[in-house]
C-alpha cells in the first residue's frame, strides 16, 4: 500500500496559527466564489423549472421539478470523482480548483439563453464545474491541515465565511430571478464566477508545492491515449444531451429516471474499483469496508438535505406565509435561512469539534448529524398538516427545519471528509474524496425519485416516512459505534503506516 510519509512542519505547526495562514486566506476566499454560483442556482432552479415557458421557465409540475433538481444535485456529487481523478493524474489540486468556477460560468450563460436544448447542456457544465473544484478543494485542506481535529475545525471554520456568500446568493439571485429575469439572474451568477476565476488564479502561490502536480501523473502513453479519448467524448455527450432532450426525442421523465439509475449505479463501481486497487493492502481494504458505511449515511443525509433546494422551496412557495410588513418575501429568500445559521452556530462548532474527539469518535458525530436530519422532517410532517386544505403556515417551520438541517451539515460534512484521510492513502486521497461524493450523488440521485412522490403520497405522510427512517439509521450507528469507530483508534495513512485489521471489525 502507498503510504504517507511523516507530517511537515507546516502540517503540524500550532493550532492558532491554521485561520491566519496564507493559504488558509485563499482556499477560504476560492470557495466564497463557488458557493455563491452553488446557492444562486441552488435557490432559483426549481423556481425556474415550475415557471410558465411565457414567463422565461421550463414550464414543469412540482414533482417534475422537484426530479430535475434533485437530478442535477446528483450529477453534481456524481462528478466529484472524475473531478478527483482529474487532479491525482492530470492537473493538480491547485489548477483544477482554478478551471472549476471557469466551467460553472460558462454553464450559467448558457442557462441566461432562453429555454431550449442548452438547457441541459448548462446544467452538466454547472455540475462538472462544482464536481472539479469541491474535492479538490477538499483534497488541499485535508493536505496542508494535518491532524484530524485541526482538519475538522479547518472545515467547519470555512463555513462561518462562505454562508456569508450563501446568505447573499438567495437574496440577491433569487429577488433577480423571481423579480426581473430568470436569464438575467443565471447570467449575474456567470459574471460573479468569471471575476473568480481570476481570483483563484492569483491565490495560488501561497499553496507552494502542495497541489501544484498530480500525485500519480499519467504516463506519456497514458496522457496521448487521454487526449485523444476526452475531446471526442466530450463532444459526443454534449451532443447528444442536446439532440435527445431539445427535440424531444426523450421524454425527459424518461431521462430523469435514467440519470437515477446511473448514480445510483456509479458509486458502487467507483467503490469497487479503488478497493480493489492492487497497491491497496488488507489494512488499506479493510479501512475502506468502514469508509462504505459512513458513505452510505451521508448519503441517507444528502437525500433530505437535498430537498431544501426542491420540495421545501415548493412549500414556501405555495404553504408559507411570506407577507413582512406588506411585502411578499421571495421564497427563493427562505433558503438563505441555512446558510445564515451556518455563519451563526459554525464559530461553535469549529471550536468544540476537536475537544468533542476525546468523548464521542466518528460515528456517534455521524448519528447525531443524522438524527437531527430526521427529526427536522418529522417538523416538516406536523408542517405539512397544519398546511393542509390550502392553508399558509407560519415561516417559523421552514426555519426551524433549516437550523437543524445546519446543524446537520456541518457535522456530517466536517467528520465525512476529515475521516477519508484518516480510512485513505494520501495518494488516493483525491479519488477517496470522489467517491465520497458520489455516494453524496446517489442520495441526489434518490432524492429526484423520491421527490416525485410528493404527487402522490400525502405530504405529511411523506415528511414522516423520511424522518423516521433516518432515525433508524441512526440508531444503527450507535449501536455499531465501536466496530465503526476502530480504524480510528489505530494509526493509519496520516501515521505513515497502515494499521493491521481487527479482526472483530472483518467479521
Partial sequence: MATTSRLSAEQVRPAPRLYSAGWFRNLFVA????????????????????????????????????AVFGAYIGITFMMALPGGWLADRVL??????????????????SLALPPDGLTPLGLLLIACGFGLFKPNHQAMINILAGTPGRREAAIAALFVGIQVIGLCGPLIIGSIGERVSWSLAFAT????????????????????????????????????????????LALGTAALVIVLLGTGLVPPMAALMLIGL??????WGAYLRLRRNPALDSGARWRLSVMLRLFLGATLFWLLAGQDGSVLTLFAKDSTDRELLGFTLPASWLQGATPLFMLLIAPLFAWQLPRLNRWFGVPAKFAFGLSVAGVSFLVMAVAATAAADGQRVSPLWLLSVYLLHACG??????????AISDL?????????IGVYWLFAAMGGGLSSQVAALIDVLSAPVYYLSLGVLTLLVAAIFVAA??????????????????AAPDPAVLQ
Fill in 481 to 498: 459505534r465501536r466496530r465503526l469507530g476502530a480504524p480510528f483508534e489505530q494509526p493509519g495513512p496520516a501515521g505513515g503506516r497502515p
Fill in 31 to 66: 470557495e466564497l466564489w463557488e458557493r455563491f454560483g452553488f446557492y444562486g442556482v441552488q435557490a432559483i432552479l426549481v423556481l425556474y423549472a415550475v415557471a410558465p415557458a411565457a414567463d422565461g421557465g421550463l414550464g414543469l409540475s412540482q414533482g417534475s421539478a422537484a
Fill in 262 to 267: 446511473g448514480l445510483i449505479a456509479a458509486p
Fill in 92 to 109: 493538480g489540486q491547485q489548477r483544477a480548483i482554478v478551471l472549476g468556477p471557469g466551467l460553472i460560468a460558462l454553464g450559467c450563460y
Fill in 189 to 232: 451568477i456567470g459574471v460573479v464566477l468569471t471575476v473568480g476565476v481570476f481570483a483563484v488564479q492569483a491565490g495560488r502561490r501561497s499553496y507552494g508545492e502542495v497541489g501544484r502536480g498530480p500525485t500519480r501523473p499519467l504516463s506519456p502513453a497514458e496522457q496521448r491515449r487521454l487526449r485523444r479519448r476526452t475531446a471526442p
Fill in 409 to 418: 451539515e456541518i457535522v456530517v460534512a466536517a467528520v465525512s471528509i476529515s
Fill in 424 to 432: 485513505v492513502p494520501r495518494d488516493f486521497l483525491g479519488q477517496g
